[in-house]
């Protein structure tokens, strides 16, 4: 690969990862109009994945240090008899949360494989539906009474919602951060909760979701560019430390309409797009 498309890939992962309109859809957009599609393609994008890992633990640093220390006092106490449901800090509500909400996959995962055939059946259909899916959650969102939950307050309902919306945000073209935010704000979390308890949320996920495509290429003997991935895993780690940023006043300043309007139109654009490759009996590649 060379190193445009090698920046490029970056780029879409850093910014798209938090901006709600999936990193996903647009990588294997990218992907499938230049003909870099396939199990390399995968692979790279669960490098890419954990660049913005990286900045997810920058840019919420003193709440993450926090939810660790409050990790071990909280095995402690549970072995120890001391654990009260009633009396929780913020960190410890949020890391039995972000658990009730992770088992929600559960259901998912018998079907993980049939998801990430999408990005690699050479057609882009699927994904523009998911687009339009994903501009309906977010147009229903913005239009939500603002919250007053903070991080201390979430119940298990809540997380069981947003945990199911991550679940369905496996499909390529479903935003996850949209679907988490979007879950959260449904539930009645506060706008910087939302954003917060969306990208820490994320971290197992991805990290599992990579570290099984690394597993996977290396038992498949796949070639893998090494200086690609680490071209692409320092970029996208960048971009996406400037995206969180952005999203947070985003989400702030209630602008997930113009998210909703963009991702809407990508729908309706990829979906005509892959009914004429699908008359024409060939994908549409550029370059």
Known sequence: MDIFN?????VIQGLTEFLPVSSSGHLSLYQHFTGKS???ALFFSAVLHLGTLVAVFFAFRKRIAAMFKEFFVLVKDIFGGRFSWKEMNPERRMLIMIFFSCCCLLPFAPFLDWFENFSEDGSIFAEGICFLYTAVILMLSDKCIKGKKTAGEVEVKDSLTVGFMQG????????????????GLFSGFTRETAVEYSFILGIPVILLGCLKEVKSAVEAKAEIPVGDCLLG??????????????????VKSDKFKVFAYYTFVLGITVVIIAIIEKIMGHSIVIG
């Open 6 to 10: 090698t920046v490029m890939q970056a």
């Open 38 to 40: 396939g199990e390399g």
């Open 168 to 183: 369905v945000a496996m499909l390529p073209g479903v935003s996850r951060s949209g679907s988490t935010i979007s879950a």
């Open 233 to 250: 895993f320092v970029v996208a780690a960048v971009v996406g430390v400037c995206a969180i940023k952005m999203v947070s006043w985003l």
